[in-house]
């Protein structure tokens, strides 16, 4: 059995989907949010469905261009884009944070121009956390405060008498559980015989994000024995790590697996970075989903925090026995480009073969990009 | 000369030249806010100048780190982002050799000018900072290119400024600055003096009140300054704060403007002001004869941009925890910080109230390459101006350091064209 068309990896290829209606149809909400550095426990905790945000599917970024000036990321304006157009029109709300210049402002523009536009009726709350740029004893603390104001907007908003500790404890329980499966089917991915793609990862990652957990769980696990009953990837493809913006979309891992690599780790927001950490089980619990939120393995957001990331590609290189590290950043993501350019160089003087590239959410011209990673591939051992 | 500061000495070399020509060549009282701050900058680049010489630390700065909170230090303050301006401003090619250098080192095109420059000049050892300060404000160019000072062995301090205004993030911030200066201190050898600051910080709040009473007069038809003051300002308030030379600056473009205002003058070259614009974001650096070209060619005055139409309150230096919150306060409320850490409404909002004070007739937006928290205000900023008060704005997609993004005539073209509407 393999994954091709797999029920849950196609979940990602589109937005809405029947887990979301179903859900709907119960009377329940749904609440949008751009970043990982968002409680989802917390929402979860709320009975809300925290559904990240993607532009999968919508190759336009006409209408977003509007409102955000041709440097602004492509992603970005893409998911701009698509809320105009009314792809998120089934949000109940949106939760942002300062994650970067581009995605936060859409605090600003889903209000003006997405939610209060001609013709759409409902009311649709917003919420922000301001996430510190470093990582010390204060930013904690300020941090954990900003979520323990966030937890009573919740309540305020959408009528929740008490988010109670039982609450977030069973939320935790099942978003553990969540990225323990992720981590499982991660480690298949990184053995001598990978059993999944690169391609395939992004796809349960992005599914992941767009339906309850424990639907997901129940996905996960059924994907799990099926990796493990799988025999695996026996050909000696070159081992890639992909590292830097966003994916909301597997053309760009495609590209590089169609030319003869594999993707077999990556260090990515739809990837690795999302399920590395755990929450402590144990003491106040809207303390320990801050504890874990600001202190997991970061992305270049945060400022002081380059040498922990770069620790974590070192010892994935090492672990997953990667022969080249792809670093891409989508044109104008000025905090990955410049992550990524340290990176170059730290990498390539430890002798690891690095490959740095700018690309954009939805390649037009894949021509160019194509012949690149090739030339790269021919030039790994 | 110091070799730890080249830039410095190449930046005072060509402000002397340019200032002795200026003042030789051109009679009283043409280009006199050029005059001015030329010999202001003169005065504090010399300063700090003497002291590398002296083998005091050079503290290399963000510009938002205001330098006027470095003055608890014996020490070379050295603005990053002001050194790259300044030199796009003052030479031919700018800043071009040392963008290109860390370009090709892998700084990405799209990351803002006004880092790239100092950054390529570490490349080329033309600086030895000791330590170099940095907020977490006001651009995701801020939090990306700074770890490239710590990647070549400087020691960064890093003080974290929190998004929104509120007054929990003015006890954060005034917490961290702080402690910040003590960390800086442990990284030069020198205990942070407060009454240095204090002295320091009192005469800021001495020169605001001057700035303040400029701002008015500025709101005056025709508007008796020229829009040359627009650039000029934002390097004296890197090169110059908390120095006495910046408060001489302000007392005598301003009684130049008092005079000017009383006889209904025009700055000089102004025919007769046409055009009455504000500038959201900024002008030019690269090319800063632009505001020149404006007065004379197209007589528009610009009468406000970015660095020019916010000002904080006075800092309360009675004691050390009012000093270091009013301080906290007017970090977050520096020019670009103050937008960065705000949602965009209240940015729209203020420009709204100023082009309607200032009596303006258009806006233009510079949009600059490097800003992208900025990146989603031009249209919604163009709708409200044009909703509020029927005044219609110009976008130019520009780097407002590098001239090769688009050249000085694209840009002048555009306005013509933008003018020929407005007639
Ligand atoms: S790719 Fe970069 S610019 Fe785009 S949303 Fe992510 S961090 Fe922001
Ligand atoms: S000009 Fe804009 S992008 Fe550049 S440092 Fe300033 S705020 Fe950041």
Redesign the pocket.
């Known amino acids: 059995m393999s994954l091709q068309n797999d029920p849950f990896l196609n979940l990602s290829n589109s937005i809405f989907n029947s887990y979301i209606k179903e859900w709907q149809d119960s009377n329940k909400k749904v609440v949008g949010y751009?970043?990982t550095y968002i409680p989802e426990e917390l929402l979860h905790a709320a009975k809300l469905l925290p559904f990240r945000i993607r532009a999968t599917g919508n190759e336009s970024t006409e209408l977003g261009d509007i409102y955000m000036v041709r440097f602004?990321?492509?992603?970005?304006r893409a998911s701009l884009d698509l809320a105009l157009k009314g792809g998120f029109d089934f949000f109940d709300g949106y939760l942002i944070c300062n994650?970067?210049?581009?995605?936060r402002r859409m605090y600003e523009l889903f209000h003006l121009k997405v939610f209060n536009r001609e013709g759409f009726k409902k009311k649709i709350p917003r919420f922000y956390i301001s996430v510190p740029h470093v990582i010390t004893k204060a930013g904690f603390l300020w941090f954990k405060q900003e979520i323990e104001e966030l937890k009573e907007k919740i309540e305020k908003n959408f009528n929740i008498k008490k988010i109670t500790n039982e609450d977030l404890k069973e939320s935790i329980k099942i978003h553990n559980e969540n990225r323990k499966l992720l981590r499982d089917i991660h480690e298949l991915r990184i053995q001598t015989v990978p059993k999944i793609t690169g391609s395939e990862a992004l796809q349960i990652s992005m599914a992941n994000s767009s339906i309850p957990k424990d639907i997901a769980n129940q996905e996960l696990k059924r994907i799990l024995k099926v990796l493990n009953d799988s025999e695996g990837n026996k050909t000696n493809q070159k081992r890639i790590m992909l590292v830097?913006?966003?994916m909301d979309n597997t053309s760009f891992t495609e590209l590089i697996e169609n030319a003869g690599a594999l993707i077999v780790s990556d260090f990515l927001?739809f990837g690795t970075r999302n399920f590395l950490d755990d929450i402590n089980v144990n003491g106040d619990p809207l303390e320990s989903i801050s504890k874990r939120l600001y202190y997991r393995m970061s992305?270049?957001?945060m400022m002081d925090d380059h040498e922990k990331r770069l620790n974590f590609l070192k010892s994935e290189i090492n672990r997953a026995k990667i022969d080249g590290v792809i670093l891409q950043?989508?044109n104008?993501?000025?905090?990955?480009?410049c992550d990524n350019m340290l990176f170059e160089h730290e990498l390539k003087d430890l002798d690891i073969p690095v490959f740095n590239i700018d690309r954009e959410?939805f390649q037009a011209d894949t021509n160019r990009l194509q012949t690149r990673i090739e030339a790269f591939l021919e030039m790994v051992k | 000369m110091s070799e730890r500061v080249i830039p410095y000495n190449i930046l005072l070399e060509i402000i002397s030249n340019t200032y002795e020509l200026v003042w030789r060549i051109v009679p009283d009282p043409e280009f006199s806010v050029l005059k001015e701050g030329l010999k202001t900058m003169e005065v504090s680049l010399t300063s700090g100048i003497q002291k590398a010489e002296e083998g005091l630390p050079v503290i290399g700065h963000h510009f938002s780190f205001p330098s006027e909170f470095l003055s608890c230090f014996d020490a070379v303050p050295i603005c990053i982002e002001g050194t790259s301006y300044l030199l796009s401003a003052l030479l031919p090619d700018g800043c071009e050799k040392y963008y290109d250098l860390i370009n090709n080192w892998g700084h990405p095109y799209h990351t803002c000018s006004s880092q790239k420059g100092p950054m390529g000049m570490v490349l080329d050892d033309l600086f030895e900072f000791d330590v170099i300060a940095t907020p977490t404000a006001p651009c995701?160019n801020t939090f990306a290119s700074y770890p490239f000072f710590a990647y070549k062995n400087i020691p960064l301090v890093i003080t974290d400024v929190p998004f929104i205004h509120k007054e929990k993030s003015y006890i954060y911030l005034a917490e961290q600055l702080k402690s910040d200066l003590y960390k800086i201190g442990e990284v030069i050898g020198q205990k942070p003096d407060f009454d240095k600051l204090k002295i320091a910080l009192n005469l800021e709040n001495q020169i605001l009140n001057y700035e303040l009473e400029l701002f008015e007069l500025r709101k005056a038809v025709p508007c008796p300054v020229e829009s040359m003051i627009n650039p000029i300002v934002s390097g004296i308030k890197i090169f110059s704060s908390g120095r006495p030379e910046k408060l001489a600056f302000f007392k005598t473009i301003l009684n130049l403007a008092k005079k000017r205002y009383k006889n209904k003058e025009l700055p000089p070259g102004m025919k007769e002001e046409k055009f009455r614009s504000v500038w959201p974001y900024m002008t030019i650096f690269f090319d800063i004869n632009l505001c020149e070209w404006l007065d004379r060619e197209l007589g528009m005055s610009v009468l406000i941009d970015i660095f020019n139409y916010n000002f904080e309150e006075p800092i309360d230096t009675s004691s050390e925890d009012k000093m270091f919150y009013g301080m906290a306060k007017k970090a977050m409320n520096y020019p670009m910080i103050k937008e960065s850490t705000e949602f965009f409404d209240t940015f729209i909002e203020n420009f709204i109230n100023v082009s309607r004070d200032f009596q303006a007739d258009c806006a233009i937006f510079t949009s600059h390459l490097g800003c992208?928290q900025f990146g989603s205000i031009p249209q919604i900023l163009r709708e409200a101006l044009r909703d509020e008060l029927g005044i219609p704005m110009l976008i130019i997609d520009v780097d407002v350091g590098d001239k090769r993004f688009n050249s000085i005539k694209i840009i002048k073209d555009k306005i013509k064209m933008f003018t020929n509407t407005l007639l």
Do not use: A, Q
């Not at chain 1, 602004?72 to 970005?76: A, L």
């Not at chain 1, 994650?99 to 995605?103: A, E, G, I, N, R």
């Open positions: 751009y970043c602004t990321c492509s992603f970005v994650s970067c210049d581009h995605s830097g913006s966003i927001c992305c270049p957001r950043r989508i104008n993501c000025d905090l990955h480009g959410s | 995701d992208k």
